[in-house]
Nanobody, 125 residues
Framework: QVHLMESGGGSVQAGGSLKLSCAAS????????MGWFRQAPGKGREAVSA????????FYAASVKGRFTISQDNAENTVYLQMTNLIPDDTAMYYC??????????????????WGQGTQVIVSS
């Protein structure tokens, strides 16, 4: 059974940093990408970043590029999202996800089949 557990969310002031973690268990070996998505109150879910599980290719939404860094520790089955220079618009529930065994479109939500429960990030001005 696949289980994704996010942690590391919290409340910070604008300009601050947070590091999210996603501990994965039971993932099928052919899942291509791990991704981070977020959903702000009253808005749809949007892609933040993704990483290819083999090869470490990374992908970012334009809104976070240069501020967020995704990484992974395959030995620990954990994916991280280092968030710096946070702004109030980053306030959202952040979800970790694991993809289907399909290459391409790593920031497309419909590529992902397994989801965590989310961790809340609040950025105050």
């Amino acid at each position: 059974q696949v289980h994704l557990m996010e942690s590391g969310g919290g409340s910070v002031q604008a300009g601050g940093s947070l590091k999210l973690s996603c501990a994965a268990s039971g993932l099928p070996s052919n899942s291509i990408y791990m991704g981070w998505f977020r959903q702000a109150p009253g808005k749809g879910r949007e892609a933040v970043s993704a990483i290819q599980r083999v090869g470490d290719n990374t992908f970012y939404a334009a809104s976070v590029k240069g501020r967020f860094t995704i990484s992974q520790d395959n030995a620990e089955n954990t994916v991280y999202l280092q968030m710096t220079n946070l702004i109030p618009d980053d306030t959202a529930m952040y979800y970790c996800a694991a993809s289907k065994p399909i290459y391409g479109l790593p920031l497309s939500e419909n590529r992902y089949i397994y989801w965590g429960q989310g961790t809340q990030v609040i950025v105050s001005s």
